[in-house]
């Protein structure tokens, strides 16, 4: 039972991110948010991994060179797509890209590792990309065919390939996750200094902004980690992936409870979204171990 609250709360957190994101980028640039908000988390995420895992850190900084590829995958580029998408898309509309995430994952481990796949795991892969497309084409097929896509939604499927990159190199990371993941966060705030730099980025001047910065950095950079990983103690990874789904719900609720109301083409895209992952999920994300390296936002 607890397990299952610290899951709901991760993903609920994880939902907040899009849409806070989405007011945050009217006001401070994509890269704005990704530094600070790495900048915020890196030491607290690590003291909470030192306590939590009590990790050999010699033995994690041994495994750098494959640490900063992940740093950049995941936490710059990822990070940096997804804010640049949410100037330009939707927060519901980027969740429902985010959602294919898992059947994204399962295809390129089909292209890439040789792993296989049931009929029933293809028909969830296309039943997602079917929803997925109409999100896309906002029920207008052919806008797809005429590469007339919002430039957000393109930019939200290019952060899904990156996490789908990271994806599939961590998962065959052999050490502590909140550990593995702060170094990536300290990482991350290295590397992107030099553009922080170059590009002035700025700390929030407005208490609206102050407030955007302190939840992303706070609730789904290091609140959402931390119950991730709490839960997966006790429950397996495969069970946990499922619960991913609710953040395509959440968001919408949330999109819904602050005034902006939903499209026909957004419920029935969720709709095949969500179907298509939970038909691809039974051939054993726990096998491919997605739901333990999948952050989502």
């Known amino acids: 039972m607890k397990a299952s609250l610290y899951l709901v709360l991760a993903t609920l957190f994880w939902s907040g991110n899009f849409v806070v994101g989405q007011a945050a980028v009217a006001s401070m640039t994509p890269l704005d948010l990704?530094?600070?908000?790495?900048?915020?988390?890196?030491?607290?995420?690590?003291?909470?991994?030192?306590?939590?895992?009590?990790?050999?850190?010699?033995?994690?900084?041994?495994?750098?060179?494959?640490?900063?590829?992940?740093?950049?995958?995941?936490?710059?580029?990822y990070?940096?797509?997804?804010?640049?998408?949410?100037?330009?898309?939707?927060?519901?509309?980027?969740?429902?890209?985010?959602?294919?995430?898992?059947?994204?994952?399962?295809?390129?481990?089909?292209?890439?590792?040789?792993e296989k796949t049931t009929r029933l795991g293809w028909t969830g892969i296309c039943l997602g990309l079917l929803g997925v497309l109409l999100v896309l084409s906002r029920g207008e097929f052919e806008r797809v065919f005429s590469l007339s896509i919002n430039?957000?939604?393109?930019?939200?499927?290019?952060?899904?390939?990156?996490?789908?990159?990271?994806?599939?190199i961590a998962r065959r990371l052999e050490m502590p996750a909140i550990a593995a993941?702060?170094?990536?966060?300290?990482?991350?705030?290295?590397?992107?200094?030099?553009?922080?730099?170059?590009?002035?980025?700025?700390?929030?001047?407005?208490?609206?902004?102050?407030w955007s910065l302190a939840?992303?950095?706070?609730f789904p950079s290091l609140g959402a980690y931390l119950l991730w990983n709490l839960a997966l103690k006790s429950t397996a990874p495969g069970t946990a992936g499922n619960y991913l789904n609710l953040i395509v719900v959440f968001t919408a609720v949330?999109?819904?409870a602050t005034?902006?109301?939903?499209?026909?083409?957004?419920i029935v895209g969720g709709v095949l979204v969500v179907a298509g992952v939970l038909l691809t999920g039974m051939k054993g994300?726990?096998?491919?171990?997605?739901?333990?390296?999948?952050?989502v936002a």
């Open 34 to 77: 990704t530094f600070w908000r790495w900048t915020l988390a890196a030491v607290p995420l690590l003291v909470l991994a030192h306590l939590a895992e009590k990790p050999d850190w010699r033995a994690v900084l041994r495994r750098w060179p494959v640490l900063l590829l992940l740093s950049v995958l995941g936490m710059s580029g």
């Open 79 to 114: 990070t940096l797509l997804l804010y640049g998408a949410l100037g330009h898309t939707s927060a519901v509309n980027a969740s429902l890209i985010t959602a294919a995430n898992p059947a994204l994952i399962v295809v390129m481990a089909i292209f890439l590792l040789g």
């Open 151 to 168: 430039t957000g939604e393109l930019l939200m499927i290019g952060s899904i390939v990156l996490w789908g990159c990271y994806t599939i």
């Open 181 to 210: 993941t702060a170094v990536q966060v300290a990482m991350a705030t290295v590397t992107l200094a030099p553009f922080a730099l170059a590009m002035h980025v700025r700390f929030p001047e407005t208490a609206v902004e102050g």
């Open 215 to 218: 939840y992303i950095a706070v």
């Open 254 to 256: 949330i999109t819904v």
């Open 259 to 266: 005034g902006t109301p939903l499209t026909a083409v957004q």
């Open 285 to 295: 994300q726990a096998r491919l171990g997605v739901a333990r390296s999948v952050k």
